[in-house]
Nanobody
């Protein structure tokens, strides 16, 4: 059974930083592209960052040059380093993997950017 578990969400002031983590179990982690999404109330879940099995990365324009996705295949974990946070980054952040058995999501972690 594939399971994803996010952590690291918190309340942070504008301009601050946070690092989110997502640990995966139940899959051969190093073989899969991994993704971070975020969602605000009443809106769709938006893709913001991808890291491929080959460690290539892609970002949404809204987070490019502020967020960094990385992975540790030994720990079966992906990270999202978020710098220069803005109030509009406030959302629930989810990690995602498209596995041969289907799409899997974590439970989400809340990030609130406010003074």
């Amino acid at each position: 059974q594939v399971r994803l578990a996010e952590s690291g969400g918190d309340l942070v002031q504008p301009g601050g930083s946070l690092r989110l983590s997502c640990k995966a179990i139940g899959l051969n982690f190093r073989l899969y592209d991994m993704h971070w999404y975020r969602q605000t109330p009443g809106n769709s879940r938006d893709l913001i960052a991808t890291i491929t099995s080959g460690h290539n990365t892609e970002y949404a324009d809204s987070v490019k040059d502020r967020f960094t996705i990385s992975r540790d295949n030994i720990r079966r974990t992906i990270y999202l380093q978020m710098d220069k946070l803005k109030p509009e980054d406030t959302a629930v952040y989810y990690c995602h993997v498209r596995h041969s058995n289907g799409d899997f999501w974590g439970q989400g972690t809340q990030v609130t950017v406010s003074s």
